[in-house]
């Protein structure tokens, strides 16, 4: 079995300039702490990684997700399951649970997920591939001034897409990486619904601009899976979103390691902006609704 003294036993391949890595010659189901730590070595540097033919059984899965946390169940897919921490996502030519919107796994949450690992259990012959992005690189080349200003700045997350609005939480757009240390923007179009501090329509113009900014060809790889495959990615530095683009089923295994609470590259240097009573106000209510609830004092 590798242990830490031995990665130079591994073959690792680089898969794009930006991030992804698939990793040959280490057993996920033999894998105990001394593998775990080879592993978040390579996470750490590339962000998402692929171990092809591995074909983890759901208790072998399990026990590999359990060596880098708590693992939870996901709050908004009432699924059949085996396990609670464990779930499976299918889809038919692209009927069914399709992430196909850039997104980092449960942003709408206090404390989002850190870790997710996938099995492919089943793909179709062509599409329904994944593709991931480098929020390091997409915060490291703004310009310094909008880099400086995003870091003053927070967002409203939410569940909408899942059909639960009032499942929000404010997160920093730009975040600190607890293990690396590096900034990253952390907003997307899934479940980003506003920046609090600017205005609805000042709001509209930024994250439209930041998701595409940040989903830019040049920040991403694009992974066509092969049944067996197992994946795991760092949900604090990355966002993904799949390919709707296939015939036939897909089957995907996922367990998702949480608890990780977003800690921000600058405090917030404004408060939430929010118009007195007038017709526009309305698109202020969802953000007013939340801050009441969460204790934020204010005026109005």
Known sequence: MTTALETAALDVRQLSGSLGAEIRGLSLAQAGPEEADVVRTLLSEHLVLFFPEQKLSPDEHIAFGRLFGELEAHPNLSLDAERPEFFELRADGGAGAIADEWHSDLSCQAQPSVIAILHMKKSPPVGGDTLWANMYKAYEELSPPMREFCEGLTALHDAHP??????????????????????????????????????????????????????????????????????????RCTQHRVLNDFEGERVIQRVTVMGDDPQPAAAARWEPFIKPFSAASRHDRQLRSHLRETGHKTSW
């Open 162 to 235: 899942h059909d639960r609005p009032e499942q929000m939480a404010i997160h920093p757009v730009v975040r600190i990486h607890p293990v690396t240390g590096r900034k990253s923007l952390f907003v997307n179009e899934h479940f980003t619904r506003r920046i609090v501090e600017l205005s609805h329509s000042e709001s509209d113009a930024l994250l439209s601009f930041l998701t595409r900014w940040a989903t830019d060809s040049r920040f991403t790889v694009r992974y066509a899976w092969s049944e067996g495959t197992i994946a795991m990615w760092d949900n």
